[in-house]
């Protein structure tokens, strides 16, 4: 790995009209833009949100990105993941750029299949019979790289000229990121192209340790990549939840999580879920210098409980910024030095 470790949070943005302090969908949408602004002040070098649709989570991810993107100067903005099914690659490709372009090109698009969804056939209802994310990708990346999508229109009938969405945000198409939960579609990222965005869960268990048989994931799409003939270096985003306990309220809330592997069935197959890390700050900074995808990937992502508001989540960042990323060779960015 020659890129520079990067560390970003990754907001659910879900909100809870009974609880918390995010009430509404207004409130999570706002303090989604307020974290990004106090996270760039911090040194943190990335905003992502996490998009689901019929649930009390962020959903519509451009609008918001194109907030944060206004609001804020210098940090990655981006989605982890959107669930291609649910889109319509031209529209999309004209959002994704209009966004891009307001933030001065720092978007980073983490797009896949998508988790589960609690509704059923979900996609139709958005009236998209096309449900093949694969091939919605396809169609998205070669209108954002200018690709011609449509024939022009001559006096009422198809000309030969062929028609490219617009605007076009140039290099957005080097930052498209396939969200890949299995090693197999991680070598398919690889010949894609794509950069590589892993969770904190995999669909496949090898009985290995999870930070293991994710990293195992990464070197078979850096293989992949390097076979396919592709320019330059991809990176590799991972995800983790890193909850230091500073204050009585950090323990009541987070003291009783189980810090280890988890294994279940989730979307048709064995998985594996990869541990919490909750403790002492200078403990988690040992344990995570020992994981093995927290050293090979060059993004992490830290999942933040956004519930619990702008303040909370800010103190938590910088207590990470500060006394646990070191230890993963990370240092925070100044206000005038961009992020790479």
């Known amino acids: 790995m020659t890129h520079e470790k990067k560390i970003g949070f990754l907001s659910f943005g879900a909100w809870h009209p009974g609880g918390g302090l995010t009430h509404s969908a207004g409130d999570a949408l706002r303090q989604t833009v307020e974290l990004a602004v106090a996270a760039e002040e911090i040194g943190i070098d990335g905003a992502f949100v996490r998009v689901h649709h019929f649930a009390r989570q962020l959903a519509s991810p451009f609008p918001l990105l194109a907030a944060i993107g206004v609001k804020t100067s210098r940090i990655e903005i981006g989605t982890g993941v959107i669930d291609m099914r649910y889109e319509n690659p031209l529209y999309m490709a004209e959002d994704a750029a209009s966004a891009d372009l307001l933030a001065g090109g720092r978007l980073q698009l983490g797009v896949s299949r998508g988790s589960p969804e609690p509704a059923w056939h979900g ?9 093949d994310a694969r091939e919605k990708t396809a169609l998205f990346r070669a209108a954002i790289a200018g690709a011609g999508v449509v024939r022009a229109d001559v006096g009422g009938r198809p000309g030969e000229a062929m028609l490219a969405v617009q605007p076009q945000s140039p290099g957005l198409g080097d930052r498209i990121w396939w969200g890949s939960g299995t090693r197999g579609s991680a070598v398919w990222t690889g010949e894609q192209g794509m950069n590589l965005m892993s969770s904190t869960l995999l669909l496949e268990d090898t009985q290995v340790p999870f930070d293991e048989l994710q ?51 989730l979307d048709g197959a064995i998985s594996r879920f990869g541990r919490s890390y909750t403790g002492e700050p200078d403990q988690i900074a040992e344990e995570l210098a020992q994981d093995a995808a927290v050293q090979s990937a060059d993004t992490i992502l830290l999942t933040v409980p956004s519930q619990l508001g702008v303040d909370y989540n800010a103190a938590m960042l910088q207590t990470i910024a500060c006394d646990i990323a070191p230890a993963i060779g990370w240092s925070p960015k100044t206000a005038d030095e961009p992020v790479a």
């Open 123 to 131: 996609a139709e209802a958005f009236g998209h019979s096309l449900e």
């Open 215 to 265: 990293a195992e994931q990464i070197a078979l799409f850096r293989e992949a990549w390097a076979n396919a003939g592709h320019d330059g270096e991809p990176r590799v985003s991972i995800s983790r939840s890193v909850m230091p306990i500073t204050s009585d309220l950090d323990r009541r809330l987070f003291g009783s999580d189980e810090n280890q592997d988890q294994v279940g069935w």
